[in-house]
């Protein structure tokens, strides 16, 4: 019995985890950033990664993995989630977000949500503890209320960089949107995408990250994905559903990730995608010159990437 025991214990924590994480895709060439900024952004998907990285070592799930990754990058002023979010139209920031787990198919979302810190435990709390998947505006953020998860004025939003992008209406060559995607030891996919939507977007417009099956997409039959780009285009093509769907046909990540890609590119649009399988196989693709990303798993430390390899 206690061999038994001990061979279960050994064989499930010899099993294997990793976790991927996006922050954008755009048409940044190197000149556009200084060496300082560059190496900011580098360690917030560092930090990223080892933090959802911690959870799946300890026999943590890909569910909390992707959720305290996308937070780490949500709190950080650089990207476009949460604090640093884009500012629309009216000068406000108005943020979506979604979460899926791979093993129930039970997914979570938010959008046009304005004071809630973290967009992404929100678009988690709508799975989990209701019966429904997307809920907006005031409605969400009453329900962020009510399980208490901070909310904060519209001005903790706003950074510097944000303000004078408005003030001067030009637009970033990045998209900044965060996204994770991560597979545990137990072979559970989970996947999570936050952002402020499009710099200038119409008030009240909606992309794809809430969107289950456009922005984010998790089945345990096919693996995980987080999408970025203009999400018109993801919605359009069902972009994250799309993925699944090739993976499941026998497609590699990266063949499924190029085929979506294409199309999203014939139609006009740009981005990329982060996708993981149960077995750790995994892509991060994108049409674009440049996208923020980075590795790590059970057997490799985090490693990062800005610009597209060759
Ligand atoms: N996909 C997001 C949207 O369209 C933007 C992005 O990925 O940067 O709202």
Not at 55 to 76: M, R
Not at 119 to 147: D, S
């Amino acid at each position: 019995m206690r061999w038994i025991g001990l061979f279960a214990f050994s064989f499930l924590f010899a099993q294997e985890w990793m976790i991927i994480v996006h922050g954008g895709a755009g048409n940044l060439r190197p000149e556009h950033l200084t060496p300082t900024l560059q190496a900011t952004v580098e360690s917030a998907l560092k930090e990223a990664l080892e933090k959802g990285g911690a959870i799946l070592a300890q026999g943590g799930s890909a569910l909390d993995a992707v959720t305290e990754a996308v937070c780490v990058l949500e709190d950080h002023p650089f990207f476009n989630a949460g604090k640093g979010a884009v500012l629309n139209e009216n000068g406000e920031v108005e943020m979506d977000a979604s979460i899926m787990e791979g093993r129930t198919l039970r997914a979570g979302a938010v959008a046009s949500v304005q004071h809630v810190k973290n967009p992404i435990r929100l678009a988690r709390i709508v799975m989990e503890k209701t019966p429904h998947v997307l809920m907006v505006g005031q409605g969400a953020e009453e329900l962020a209320l009510k399980y208490n998860l901070p909310l904060k004025e519209q001005h903790y939003f706003y950074t510097p960089e944000r303000l004078k992008q408005y003030q001067q209406r030009f637009s970033s060559l990045n998209t900044e949107t965060v996204g994770a995607v991560a597979v545990d030891r137990y072979g559970n996919v989970a996947a999570a995408t936050s952002t402020g939507g499009l710099f200038l977007k119409m008030n009240g417009r909606v992309g794809d990250s809430p969107i289950i099956g456009a922005g984010t997409y998790a089945d345990n039959q096919c693996g995980a994905i987080s999408a970025t780009g203009h999400g018109e285009y993801f919605i359009r093509t069902a972009a994250a559903f799309f993925v699944c769907m090739l993976l499941k046909q026998g497609l590699s990540p990266e063949q499924a990730a190029d085929s979506v890609l294409n199309t999203i590119k014939h139609l006009g649009g740009e981005g990329g995608f982060i996708v993981i399988t149960p077995k750790k196989h995994y892509a991060m693709r994108m049409n674009t010159s440049a996208m923020f990303r980075g590795i790590m798993s059970s057997t490799t430390p985090p490693k990062v990437w800005i610009f597209k390899e060759k």
